[in-house]
């Protein structure tokens, strides 16, 4: 229970700050470059981000809800190192 509030509250303090972005149910929202985050559920808007840069935080799996859960995955010639313990350790490294 204590998890899942912490990930509640990390994923409304990480929609706060992402301003005026394009709202989305799912990837085909988004534009190029873009995914969709929030998958808290599926029936909420999420918002669209860039996908993210070596060293920034990313989501190495699929999407459940048809959108990420807090980040997007790697950019192109960039891969998801999860060897981190937690979700935002998890950054975007060179292939």
Do not use: H
């Amino acid at each position: 229970m204590k998890i899942l509030v912490v990930y509640l509250i990390g994923t409304l303090c990480v929609l706060s700050t992402l301003g005026e972005r394009t709202r989305c149910y799912s990837q085909s929202d988004c534009n190029d470059g873009e995914c969709c985050t929030g998958g808290i559920s599926p029936w909420v808007k999420g918002q669209c981000q860039d996908y993210a840069k070596e060293g920034e935080a990313c989501d190495p799996g699929q999407p459940d809800t048809g959108k990420y859960f807090l980040y997007c995955p790697c950019r192109d010639g960039l891969k998801c190192d999860n060897s981190g313990k937690t979700m935002g350790s998890i950054k975007c490294v060179k292939n």
